[in-house]
């Protein structure tokens, strides 16, 4: 069974950059797409960033489009998101998802492996 284990996370003033890692063990990723969720306080979990098991094709949700970045080294068995322009808005737990899905899926219920997340907290 793949375990995802994210980090990167951290506290930040508004305008800055982060780069969160996710990094896979007992087992490979690269046959799978990889996403990016995020809860933040008090809200339901949601859909930031997909990525194709081959890294060609990536989805963004609205509000992080242009800012953020997700990419994938599958020799190193990781998942990145570059974050850039961070809003106090973007404050969350970040999770990292696996889904067997060829089309990289942004319904959180076609992921079926997690790892347990890293808090990102921007401030104004």
């Known amino acids: 069974q793949v375990q995802l284990v994210e980090s990167g996370g951290g506290l930040v003033q508004a305008g800055d950059s982060l780069r969160l890692s996710c990094v896979a063990s007992?087992?490979?990723?690269?046959?799978?797409?990889m996403g990016w969720f995020r809860r933040a306080p008090g809200k339901e979990r949601e859909f930031v960033a997909t990525?194709?098991?081959?890294?060609?094709?990536?989805y963004y949700t609205d509000s992080v489009a242009g800012r953020f970045t997700i990419s994938r080294d599958n020799a190193k068995n990781t998942v990145y998101l570059h974050m850039n322009d961070l809003k106090p808005e973007d404050t969350a737990v970040y999770y990292c998802?696996?889904?067997?899905?060829?089309?990289?899926?942004?319904?959180?219920?076609?992921?079926?492996?997690w790892g347990q997340g890293t808090q990102v907290t921007v401030s104004s």
């Open positions: 998802a696996s889904s067997p899905r060829i089309v990289p899926p942004r319904d959180e219920d076609e992921y079926n492996c």
């Open positions: 007992g087992g490979t990723i690269s046959n799978y797409a």
């Open positions: 990525i194709r098991w081959s890294g060609f094709s990536t």
